[in-house]
Nanobody, 118 residues
Framework: QVQLVESGGGLVQPGGSLRLSCAAS????????MSWYRQVPGKERELVAF????????NYADFVKGRFTISRDNAKNTVYLRMNSLRPEDTAVYYC???????????WGQGTQVTVSS
């Protein structure tokens, strides 16, 4: 079955960096676009970044443009989110998401907590 396992979250000071990873299994990773979302308690989950199946196209939310970079390694079945210049407002649970044409092709990871605090 499809599995998406995020890692790399943690506590970081403002201005610091983290790299999140999402290891995928159970499907042909190179066939699917992937995204990172984030969510804070009491708010809706929001899109952070998107990457196409081959990695040739990316898109970012305005609030992370210039600071975050999404990438993927299809040989390793992994998608990454490099986060620089982190701010306290970036504190959230970050989720990996597998896109798909049909609802039953779409899957979420379990999430990884990122806390930005001094």
């Amino acid at each position: 079955q499809v599995q998406l396992v995020e890692s790399g979250g943690g506590l970081v000071q403002p201005g610091g960096s983290l790299r999140l990873s999402c290891a995928a299994s159970g499907f042909t990773f190179s066939n699917y676009a992937m995204s990172w979302y984030r969510q804070v308690p009491g708010k809706e989950r929001e899109l952070v970044a998107f990457i196409s199946s081959a990695g040739g196209a990316t898109n970012y939310a305005d609030f992370v443009k210039g600071r975050f970079t999404i990438s993927r390694d299809n040989a390793k079945n992994t998608v990454y989110l490099r986060m620089n210049s982190l701010r306290p407002e970036d504190t959230a649970v970050y989720y990996c998401f597998k896109h798909g044409s049909y609802v039953n092709q779409r899957h979420w990871g379990q999430g990884t907590q990122v806390t930005v605090s001094s």
